[in-house]
């Protein structure tokens, strides 16, 4: 068999992949064996393979290969998630293109469309994770609208309707004016931005005007303007601060602290809303903060969370001014139509020209944006529908956090976040104002928001409307109207370690019994509430366990300038093209090496070099060992000997150090123990002992434990580079695929003799004193040396073979006093080299030693022209001065044993 003299990861990597689908290494049905489940977080179905998604299913691919070579029934199950708002947006977007408008569809063909994209480029993604090397069980793949995924969903919604878990309410909502669509608070990511705050005067109204009037708008427009503004008191108005001077066209009071002096005058007084005239009420509130602004406040009920409960509480109207888009409606006179920010800046300018802007400030303040759209969140009240989630929470927290807490999170500094979130978590608002996703069943049956009734079909709807006689037996059922709305997308994903295994439908089913609850989840801190806690929520409530055992959060994936990396920000390289430069193995071990648990790995181009340079040292190595011819006749030598014992207990230390990072999923710290086991270890020093003489045989003996050494190596290395290791592997012999690396048996710990590395570890350092000194004398390996030693450390003798070996002395002979040569220490013991002018390089030797006087008396210059400066002497401290005499003092003892040695060589 002809070993190709370099390493190709593009003739390799696709082989394999399709070697073991072939041969159905992924799957998984319940045995006897017992079962190590992951479950995929399901990537958007619109998604395409970037740098999280790479770290993060590589870990995972690590965690389920090894679970798999260590006998364990391994069950990797992937998916994708349907992603209601960012999928129904390119559907829309692709409809446009093609002159379609979504009004113009019903919601059967606007789903027939939305299938069909999803059918031509959704999942995408999973295919560019085989790409990956991710060992997946691709016949368990899942999507969250599957038709059994769908029918949990609505299952579980049905449920927990009956339990008086959700209700429909009349609230305030995070509105996203792009997707047209409501959040739940967690999808609403709250940046810092700079914008103005703009100081308006309110007209404060007169009693007799006032009186008898009610708050209702009362326009003081065109001919009615003149005469009512005639009994406006002239100098007396309100100066109110705003950072959105486009709301005051549903301005329905103004609120003033009671205990603020300043405005104890204007009690039961009212006030005129700028441009639309509308009078309005001075309320009172101590909600109002004396000290910000100016110490009062416009309320806008419809438009702010605080300002509806201040609405609530004092019987305010309320007026909606957007349309869901954001423009405004009729209520923004002639500025309907206008989008929000154009109408900020365009009502400023009018504003200003009337009289009513007093001036702007530059103001920073949080702004609510969608996490899906960008756009910036605009409160609205709407019906929607909500999960109470704070009796639901409670397992869920004992289960992380209590005393007998049962779900591990790595690291444990997300403990506080996800105990945060837990412990303060508000109703979830699971209805979205989209087509695209589990419609929700609830099914109208009159004009009133009552007038409806859960169920898990139309039929069932129908059924339950008659026997409760909401309905006449005559009432149709093709007269029942389903709820417009889909839920959110998170209501089928935190089902997720269930439903793929059917286990809402069927809870006491064959695979949800053997593969429930999952061990371990691999996902990124950002979505430890919107899944991570959901899932546990769920897990608790449907199974009355956990979801999983463990939860390993990645960091994220950020560039050299600490941004995290997007295609936004164009910061994000393209993920397959580093696969297809540096091979599938050099990206996994490029990514692991620097992303220690939970931290945040700052990517760049030459960790992947890395990895590719360390495929290709384990490739040279291979051929090295192949290369030799065996001679089964020979003995095996002492050095080999004992090399391989010493390389056994450091191979077994290692093995130790792998379990103890994995138990704590420091997959980082497990993978650069393994490098430093193969790459110095191995490589560098194992290779070297046992290596035999320059075109001579190696024995049998020696090369075959070799073999089994290499075997074991690739074992441990497996999970994280699984093409270049099956590629060796099925190089060193024939198998069958019963003898694939991907199923083979990962080593056994043993105890092993810590005193010997301890040995090994002194006799390198010896055998790198040595090298030194051939290096720098330019002493040629082919002449022997003496080695002489005053052993004060008693030292033991077992390492002394491999020490000449390695470094061509003759002898090693222990002395008591120091012996004429060069000379280096190892902790209290001293070695002699005796140097002899025969076995120099005279010639390399000479030019050494003139390079080394040309640096020197460059450097005594300096200091001397320094030292000349009567300045400098005049000027620097006493310390400093010394300091240079010293220097130069130095360099001339120097320059003088430089001319000595190169007077000895001529």
């Known amino acids: 068999m002809i070993i190709p003299s370099k390493y190709d990861a593009s003739k390799v990597e696709d082989k394999w992949y399709d070697y073991w689908m072939k041969n159905n290494y992924f799957h998984s049905t319940p045995d006897e064996r017992e079962p190590y489940t992951i479950v995929i977080p399901p990537p958007n179905v619109t998604g395409v393979l970037h740098m999280g998604h790479m770290l993060n299913n590589t870990i995972q691919d690590v965690l389920i290969r090894r679970a798999r070579l260590l006998g364990k029934n ?16 390119k559907v829309v977007a692709k409809l446009k293109e093609q002159g379609i408008s979504k009004s113009d569809l019903t919601r059967e063909e606007f789903l027939q469309h939305a299938f069909d994209w999803k059918n031509e480029y959704g999942g995408k993604i999973l295919e560019q994770l085989k790409k990956l090397g991710a060992s997946c069980d691709w016949e368990r793949t899942a999507f969250t609208m599957d038709p059994e995924m769908s029918e949990s969903v609505i299952k579980v919604f049905v449920d927990l309707y009956n339990k008086g878990l959700i209700y429909r309410g009349f609230r305030m909502v995070n509105w996203d004016p792009e997707a047209k669509t409501t959040l739940s608070d967690e999808e609403v990511i709250h940046e810092e931005r700079q914008g103005n705050l703009y100081y308006l005067k309110y007209k404060i109204l007169s009693p007799t005007l006032s009186e008898g009037k009610g708050v209702q708008q009362q326009a003081l427009h065109n001919s009615e303007s003149s005469s009512l503004s005639e009994r406006l008191e002239e100098d007396e108005y309100l100066v109110i601060a705003t950072t959105r001077p486009e709301t005051i066209f549903g301005d329905t009071a103004i609120c003033i602290n009671p205990n603020d002096e300043r405005f104890a005058h204007l009690k039961g007084k009212k ?5 639309c005239g509308r009078i309005i009420p001075i309320i009172e509130d101590e909600y109002v903060d004396i000290e910000f602004g100016t110490g009062c406040l416009k309320v806008t009920p419809a438009h702010d969370e605080n300002d509806k409960n201040l609405g609530d509480k004092h019987n305010l109207e309320v007026i909606d001014i957007f349309n869901e888009d954001a423009s405004l409606n009729s209520f923004g006179l002639h500025y309907q139509g206008k989008d929000r920010f154009v109408v900020r800046k365009e009502i400023s300018e009018e504003l200003a020209e009337k009289g009513f802007l007093v001036k702007t400030e530059i103001h920073t303040h949080k702004v609510g944006t969608s996490e899906r759209t960008k756009a910036v969140i605009e409160p609205r009240l709407s019906d929607q529908w909500f999960l109470k989630m704070k009796d639901l929470a409670k397992p869920a927290i004992d289960a992380v956090l209590g005393e007998d807490a049962e779900i591990n999170l790595y690291p444990k500094k997300f403990e506080n976040t996800y105990r945060h979130w837990m412990e303060n978590v508000r109703d979830w608002n699971i209805s979205r104002q989209l087509w695209w996703g589990q419609q929700i069943p609830a099914y109208f049956y009159g004009d009133g928001k009552e007038d ?21 037996k005559s009432f149709k059922i093709e007269n029942l109207r389903q709820d417009e709305d889909a839920l959110d997308t998170w209501f089928s994903s935190w089902l997720w370690p269930m439903s793929v ?3 809402i439908r069927n809870p006491e089913n064959e695979e949800i019994k053997y593969y429930y609850p999952t061990n371990d989840l691999v996902t990124g801190p950002d979505i430890l509430f919107f899944w991570v806690a959901r ?4 897990g608790y409530e449907y199974k009355g366990e956990k979801p999983f055992q463990n939860v390993y959060l990645t960091g994220l994936v950020r560039d050299k300038q600490r941004r995290k990396m997007s295609k936004s920000l164009g910061n994000s390289p393209d993920a397959l093209k580093l696969i297809d430069d540096y091979g599938a193995d050099g990206v996994r071990v490029g990514l692991l090496l620097s992303s220690a648990a939970g931290n945040d790995l700052m990517f760049e181009e030459d960790l992947c070099q890395q990895g590719k340079g360390f495929a290709n040292k384990i490739w040279n190595a291979f051929r090295l060992i192949k290369g030799w011819e065996v001679d089964a006749s020979l003995p095996q030598p002492e050095t080999s000997k004992v090399g391989l014992v010493w390389y056994e207990a450091k191979f077994q230390k290692t093995l130790a150090e792998i379990e103890d990072h994995f138990s704590k999923y420091r997959l980082s710290d497990a993978l650069m123990a393994i490098y430093k086991l193969i790459n110095d270890d191995f490589s560098s020093w194992l290779l070297e002992i046992v290596k035999p003489a320059y075109q001579k045989p190696i024995d049998k003996i020696t090369f075959d434990a070799i073999i089994e050494v290499l075997e074991n190596n690739l074992k441990v ?6 093409f270049l290791t099956e590629e060796i592997w099925q190089y060193i012999a024939e198998r069958t695929p019963e003898e694939a690396l991907i199923i083979s048996k990962y080593p056994i710990l043993k105890n092993f003799d810590e005193k010997i590395i301890t040995d090994f570890e002194f006799a390198a350092e010896v055998i790198s004193g040595i090298r030194s000194i051939r290096k720098d004398k330019n002493i040629a390996f082919k002449d022997a040396v003496e080695l002489f ?15 000449q070996k390695l470094t061509n002395a003759s002898k090693i002979t222990s002395v008591s006093e120091k012996v004429e040569g060069a000379s280096f220490r190892v902790k209290s013991n001293e070695y002699f080299i005796p ?21 020197a008396s460059g450097f005594l210059f300096g200091i001397t022209k320094k030292l000349s400066n009567e300045r400098f002497v005049a000027n620097a401290p006493e310390q400093v001065i010394a300091l240079e005499r010293k220097k130069e003092a130095d360099t001339l003892a120097k320059i003088e044993t430089i001319k000595s040695s190169l007077a000895s060589l001529q």
């Open 535 to 538: 899932m546990i929520v769920a």
């Open 74 to 89: 391994a069950c990797w199950v992937p998916g994708t998630d349907h992603a209601s708002i960012a999928t129904e947006a």
């Open 789 to 803: 030693v005053i052993d004060a450390e008693k030292q033991s003798k077992e390492f002394d073979g491999i020490t």
């Open 835 to 855: 140097i002899s002018i025969e076995s120099i390089d005279v010639e390399a030797e000479i030019k050494k030693l003139e390079a080394e006087l040309k640096r």
């Open 452 to 472: 409806f009734v859960v169920a898990e079909s139309r039929e069932e709807a129908y059924q339950l409307a008659v026997s409760s006689g909401v309905v006449e």
């Open 717 to 722: 290395l497996h999970p994280f580079m699984p």
């Open 271 to 275: 006030a005129v809303v700028p441009l």
């Open 501 to 503: 295994f059917d286990g």
